[in-house]
């Protein structure tokens, strides 16, 4: 096996162009990829898990104060932070990601026998632990797929992967739907159970290709305790570029996210009369988001990160939710309200997110685990506290002020896009300090 140097942004996408005829497609590259079906299969029940409990959560947040709610997300991040810090400082990947999911499934044992009980705190805190639970989980299986695909092999299976979670994102309220009204909605918390243990024996699965990947390129091994501060990803955010704009490219991305949200369910209550009329016009909204963001990452995602990089995947999404909001500041009918929020989920699962997640496979271990967790819940729901505040005071403004504040929010969200780009496109300091002779080795037949 010959060495390569670490590569750029260029340098990657000019190598993927000169081989992208050795994976014409899905077949192929579950051919030459082995551990993609298990990463796919482990983002589908991860989310199939997780959207068999959105709806009882929605359901019970919906009567009550969501500020409040939030608030209360927020600062359980904060405190879980240096608790996650302290787990993944101090015991190897094979421990720590079993005890995180293990802690999962216990919870969810546990909420099964609250809601057989009178407990009036059961409803506020059910809906914060599946926000936490949530961000938590999917952030460490984008750390974990971090550790078994390097860059290249990243832009070009991420698209799929994200297949196997939207799939999940359609299956788990299809099961909900069909179980409740027999089972129960305690039970269902134990289907969820189940299926976070079969992304159990995933991880399993996976090890070995995680391993294999860290021996070839030369790199510390995550099968030895990580080490350094619980509270290094805050300092790691701080001192960074590259994560720095990551935050801030989430931090604006959920503002979009969240002004929308909020305005549209206003919306919805003026514009549709009954309670049936408003379900009927979100159950359309989400199934026309992720059959759109399927046909996205089946069709366009691999091609793009391949052929271009993230740089399209990031700044078309951000280019799309500005012209969006231009739009609803002029007419706001339910309609085009429908047209931008299919735009802004489906481009940030389909086009952001994998474009976000290949940008850790270029960094150590500690930024992938750590930082990454800062980030994708302290900072996620810092943008949530902050926006669905700042909305409840623009409503008293009216539709008008809340959508010229998203298309400001747009054009952050643009700046942000291009100053990750930019930044990217150099050699990142853990790709400067490798050793040449071994930082990152062609695995044959994967390449």
Not at 4 to 14: C, E, H
Not at 59 to 70: D, E, I, R
Not at 155 to 179: N, Q, W
Request: glycine share 8%; aromatic share 12%; net charge positive.
């Amino acid at each position: 096996m010959s060495p390569r140097t670490p590569s750029t942004d260029r340098d990657t996408t000019d190598a993927a162009g000169a081989s992208i005829g050795k994976l014409s497609g899905l077949r192929d590259a579950l051919r030459d990829f082995p551990p993609l079906v298990w990463a796919a299969l482990y983002f589908f029940f991860l989310l199939t898990g997780y959207y068999i409990l959105r709806p009882v959560r929605d359901a019970m947040g919906s009567t009550q104060n969501l500020q409040l709610l939030f608030t209360g997300t927020f600062i359980c991040m904060l405190l879980l932070q240096p608790v996650y810090g302290a787990i993944v400082s101090r015991y190897a990947r094979r421990v720590f990601l079993p005890v995180v999911n293990l802690f999962f499934i216990a919870c969810l044992v546990g909420f099964w026998w609250v809601f057989n009980q009178d407990f009036a705190w059961k409803n506020t805190v059910f809906f914060i632990w599946v926000a936490v639970f949530n961000l938590f989980a999917v952030s460490v299986f984008w750390s974990y797929m971090a550790d078994v695909f390097r860059n290249i092999e990243a832009r070009r299976l991420y698209g799929y992967i994200g297949v196997g979670g939207t799939a999940g994102a359609i299956s788990g309220p299809s099961i909900t739907k069909a179980l409740v009204e027999s089972v129960g909605v305690a039970n269902l918390l134990l289907v969820s159970a189940a299926l976070v243990g079969l992304c159990l024996y995933c991880i399993v699965r996976l090890a070995p290709y995680a391993r294999r990947r860290e021996i070839e390129d030369g790199t510390r091994s995550g099968e030895e305790a990580m080490g350094g501060s619980i509270l290094a990803g805050l300092r790691l955010v701080w001192e960074r570029p590259v994560l720095r704009a990551m935050a801030a490219l989430l931090f604006f991305g959920v503002g979009v996210g969240t002004l929308l949200y909020n305005e549209q369910a206003a919306i919805a209550r003026t514009f549709f009369a009954t309670p049936e009329a408003r379900t009927s016009y979100f159950a359309t909204l989400d199934l026309a988001i992720n059959l759109t963001t399927i046909l996205v990452q089946v069709f366009l995602t691999r091609f793009l990160l391949v052929r271009y990089g993230i740089g399209p995947l990031l700044l078309i999404p951000a280019g799309a939710i500005f012209l969006g909001y231009c739009l609803l500041a002029a007419n706001p009918l339910p309609l085009f309200v429908a047209i931008v929020q299919v735009a802004t989920r489906a481009g940030e699962f389909s086009l952001a997110k994998p474009a976000r997640e290949t940008v850790y496979t270029r960094v150590d271990r500690e930024s992938r685990y750590k930082a990454k967790a800062v980030i994708d819940t302290v900072v996620y729901r810092a943008g949530d506290l902050t926006f669905v505040w700042l909305h409840k005071g623009l409503a008293m403004l009216g539709s008008t002020a809340v959508f010229m504040t998203g298309a400001a929010l747009a054009v952050g969200l643009g700046a942000a896009a291009f100053w990750l780009v930019r930044l990217q496109r150099q050699p990142l300091p853990e790709e400067r300090a490798a050793p040449p002779d071994g930082s990152a080795r062609v695995i044959p037949g994967r390449s």
